[in-house]
T-cell receptor, first 113, second 115 residues
Framework: GENVEQHPSTLSVQEGDSAVIKCTYSDSASNYFPWYKQELGKRPQLIIDIRSNVGEKKDQRIAVTLNKTAKHFSLHITETQPEDSAVYFCAATIMNRDDKIIFGKGTRLHILP | DTGVSQDPRHKITKRGQNVTFRCDPISEHNRLYWYRQTLGQGPEFLTYFQNEAQLEKSRLLSDRFSAERPKGSFSTLEIQRTEQGDSAMYLC?????????????FGDGTRLSIL
């Protein structure tokens, strides 16, 4: 069945360094890939998304890349700050006979002082 | 507009009881989604509505779960005869458009604890 794998499950980086989180998806019909940030006890918040007709998208310190051939996409955070500490979820949507969205299991990002 | 709101924020109940949660989406959003999230996991899709029509239900959704969106605005999710395994955060999200390929905005969720 459809699946989204996310790595790593935990990531610690020094403040100011870059963080990269990677996801792979199984269904080639996936065509929309959002990323959500969830702080402890709070709602998931959309931080960036990318569609299958684009290879890269950037928004200030955050960028997402998509490789459709390899079926993987990545989140890049540069110049990390303490407020970047959170759990990050990738997701992939599928539009075939069933509209659905599948989330990865999340990456807990720790920004070290 | 304050975004997606969910009520209650927390619900504690005994096993076997029925519970109902409410979600109010962003006012102009025609799509409304329900998810379940357990500790250390991403949100798991349960069901969604386009206006008042329920278009998709996950296989995760047993017969004890039912959702409604009677006027295409707020939605309710009911769990009958609750079980220990129902303990989770129940999240609601809404989006604008006729496709799942649109940004979804989440509420704060309802945390359900089954004693």
């Amino acid at each position: 069945g459809e699946n989204v794998e996310q790595h790593p499950s935990t990531l610690s980086v020094q403040e100011g360094d870059s963080a990269v989180i990677k996801c792979t998806y199984s269904d080639s019909a996936s065509n929309y890939f959002p990323w959500y940030k969830q702080e402890l006890g709070k709602r998931p918040q959309l931080i960036i998304d990318i569609r299958s007709n684009v290879g890269e998208k950037k928004d200030q310190r955050i960028a997402v890349t998509l490789n459709k051939t390899a079926k993987h996409f990545s989140l890049h955070i540069t110049e990390t700050q303490p407020e970047d500490s959170a759990v990050y979820f990738c997701a992939a949507t599928i539009m075939n006979r069933d509209d659905k969205i599948i989330f990865g299991k999340g990456t807990r990002l720790h920004i070290l002082p | 507009d304050t975004g997606v709101s969910q009520d209650p924020r927390h619900k504690i109940t005994k096993r076997g009881q029925n519970v109902t949660f409410r979600c109010d989406p962003i006012s102009e959003h025609n799509r409304l989604y329900w998810y379940r999230q357990t500790l250390g996991q991403g949100p798991e899709f349960l069901t969604y509505f386009q206006n008042e029509a329920q278009l998709e239900k996950s296989r995760l959704l047993s017969d004890r779960f039912s959702a409604e969106r009677p006027k295409g605005s707020f939605s309710t999710l009911e769990i009958q005869r609750t079980e220990q395994g129902d303990s989770a955060m129940y999240l609601c999200a809404s989006s604008l458009g006729d496709s799942i390929n649109q940004p979804q905005h989440f509420g704060d969720g309802t945390r359900l604890s089954i004693l």
